[in-house]
């Protein structure tokens, strides 16, 4: 069966899907699936998962069982194959019972076939009993980082999934999703009694994204940055993530002061509502949504110029998820952080909430502190994301984020003083261009501008260590020390151990890991 993708011109890819070629890393996470084999596969937002269970489908000529989370994800997925001719259907709840008997007639008729069901739906007793008897090829679980307690977004009704591979031990299992760490995968295939399962992680290096994170004092500043945001991108739409439901409201009623075509979004809302603004936001009625992470999956608008993150989510999962939602036609789109160490307590509050595990609360404190650690980075934002996730693809320097090219104009410039507000864009980036190509580049960066010319070379002495270390351990720069801890320790210059222990971002275990090479630099 693996014939069929000998050939990256595959004519059964083109007959059916219109492509004239595989995407990274489909071919791989094809050739184990179609040789029987479970597999973990991670390909970011508009990667190409949906091929990887859509073509073995049509290799087999036999039915795919797709779980998903959504019911209007299932219903854009079968219209997209429907309009292909590939035979597929789904299962909801809001379906007639005449509705249902079509799809499993149709199914009966044999070949191939896609069937789209929730996950609540595999735990009925019928249909358990149901595809014990049919022929499957395959079971694919999309947003598979659902299965697991450590992903970004756990799901009770996912956690029950491992009854697929009791029921039907021959059929392999796929778990796709667009961002999990590798401690996430290990979870996943644990959670889902997968067999020795093939992994792969493909495709989170996106060229065509520029990526940036602003230090703020508050959120006044964020809001004048969002504003020089929406003058500098006057074209596509604009997603713009919050906390709170609150501050998607104020921040969207503020907007409209001074721009057309903007709304909120939030689970406060009416599901009439809500159905409402996405409608809008797809049909480009609505160009600037300001939203709360309600506002996420199942979002496949082509032109989303700019993400910009009001305030910081939980995690680097939930961060890359999101800013992903930018540029899915390649055509170059900007992803901005606006971070201020305030909205740590944001999420801090969330987590102290949570009536979670002890050991769930611990693994959301981590990761709480791995994103504010990345937020902190000096190093190229696109190698750490790359590195983080264990990419099979790495880089040294990018090209096109805030670190590598801080002059881009791509980039959005804070503005210097309130009358800059008044200035046309191209004045102000102008103006803003021209003040950074005057100055060292890392001097932008959180701390390093306030050293003087001493300490800035014990900085840079750090950083070079730090780069080193980073490519030893096969880890972000980000985890090891963040550049103001680095910072500190150019002031301040500890001679031992005690004093290591008072710098910023160390802890006993960073003391004792890295304190004898540290102090030896020093």
């Known amino acids: 069966m693996t014939d069929a993708l000998q050939?990256?011109?595959?004519?059964?890819?083109?007959?059916?899907?219109?492509?004239?070629e595989f995407r990274r890393g489909q071919k791989e996470?094809?050739?184990?699936?179609?040789?029987?084999?479970?597999?973990?596969?991670?390909?970011p937002t508009g990667g190409g998962k949906s091929l990887c269970y859509q073509y073995p489908a049509m290799v087999r000529g036999e039915l795919v069982v797709v779980i998903s989370p959504l019911i209007a994800l299932m219903r854009d997925q079968v219209a997209s194959m429907q309009r292909l001719s590939i035979p597929a259907g789904c299962l909801h709840s809001q379906q007639t019972i005449a509705e249902k008997r079509e799809v499993f007639r149709a199914i009966e008729r044999g070949g191939p076939y896609l069937l789209y069901v929730s996950p609540e739906r595999t735990q009925k007793d019928g249909f358990q009993t149901w595809i014990q008897k049919v022929k499957i090829a395959l079971f694919a679980i999309d947003e598979a980082h659902c299965v697991s307690q450590w992903?970004?977004?756990?799901r009770e009704e996912y956690s029950q999934l491992d009854r697929l591979k009791s029921l039907c031990p021959d059929v392999p299992v796929l778990a796709?999703?667009?961002?999990?760490?590798?401690t996430v995968l290990r979870d996943i295939a644990r959670q889902l009694k997968l067999k020795s399962p093939a992994r792969h992680v493909h495709g989170f290096y996106r060229p065509n994204l520029y990526y940036q994170v602003e230090t703020c004092e508050n959120e006044d500043e964020k809001l004048q940055i969002v504003v020089q945001a929406l003058r500098q991108f006057q074209s596509g739409r604009v997603i713009i993530?919050?906390?709170?439901?609150?501050?998607?409201?104020?921040?969207?009623?503020?907007?409209?002061?001074?721009?057309?075509?903007?709304?909120?979004?939030?689970?406060?809302?009416?599901?009439?509502?809500?159905?409402?603004?996405?409608?809008?936001?797809?049909?480009?009625?609505?160009?600037?949504?300001?939203?709360?992470?309600?506002?996420?999956?199942?979002?496949?608008?082509?032109?989303?110029?700019?993400?910009?993150?009001?305030?910081?989510?939980?995690?680097i999962d939930s961060l890359y998820q999101e800013m992903g939602r930018a540029g899915r036609d390649s055509q170059p789109s900007t992803c901005l952080l606006l971070y201020s160490r305030k909205d740590r307590g944001l999420q801090s509050f969330f987590i102290q909430s949570s009536k979670a595990n002890r050991s769930v609360l611990d693994a959301r404190w981590r990761a709480l502190d791995t994103l504010v650690a990345y937020?902190?980075?000096?190093?190229?934002?696109?190698?750490?994301?790359?590195?983080?996730?264990?990419?099979?693809?790495?880089?040294?320097?990018?090209?096109?984020?805030?670190?590598?090219?801080?002059?881009?104009?791509?980039?959005?410039?804070?503005?210097?003083?309130?009358?800059e507000l008044k200035k046309s864009p191209q004045v102000r980036i102008a103006s803003r261009t021209l003040r950074k190509r005057s100055s060292d580049k890392s001097a932008s960066l959180s701390g390093v501008k306030?050293?003087?010319?001493?300490?800035?070379?014990?900085?840079?002495?750090?950083?070079?260590?730090?780069?080193?270390?980073?490519?030893?351990?096969?880890?972000?720069?980000?985890?090891?020390?963040?550049?103001?801890s680095l910072c500190h320790l150019a002031e301040k210059r500890p001679s031992n151990k005690s004093e290591l222990a008072e710098i910023y971002g160390f802890g006993e275990a960073k003391v004792e890991r890295f304190g004898t090479e540290l102090l030896r630099i020093l």
């Open 29 to 43: 996470i094809l050739r184990s699936v179609l040789n029987g084999r479970d597999a973990l596969a991670v390909l």
């Open 241 to 315: 993530y919050c906390g709170t439901r609150k501050s998607t409201e104020s921040i969207a009623s503020t907007l409209r002061q001074e721009f057309a075509n903007v709304e909120s979004y939030h689970a406060g809302m009416s599901a009439e509502a809500r159905s409402q603004v996405q409608e809008d936001f797809a049909q480009g009625a609505t160009r600037v949504l300001v939203a709360t992470n309600a506002f996420g999956m199942g979002i496949d608008q082509a032109d989303v110029r700019l993400v910009v993150h009001f305030h910081m989510p939980a995690n």
């Open 375 to 419: 937020s902190e980075g000096g190093e190229c934002r696109h190698a750490e994301i790359l590195t983080y996730y264990q990419d099979s693809q790495r880089i040294d320097k990018c090209g096109h984020c805030d670190v590598c090219e801080p002059t881009s104009l791509r980039r959005v410039f804070k503005p210097l003083h309130p009358t």
């Open 176 to 182: 796709l999703t667009a961002s999990a760490t590798p």
């Open 151 to 154: 992903g970004h977004d756990f």
């Open 450 to 484: 306030d050293l003087n010319s001493a300490d800035r070379l014990v900085f840079e002495s750090l950083r070079q260590w730090r780069k080193e270390k980073a490519k030893e351990l096969d880890v972000p720069a980000f985890v090891i020390l963040t550049d103001r």
């Open 7 to 20: 050939d990256p011109s595959s004519l059964l890819l083109q007959k059916h899907f219109g492509l004239t």
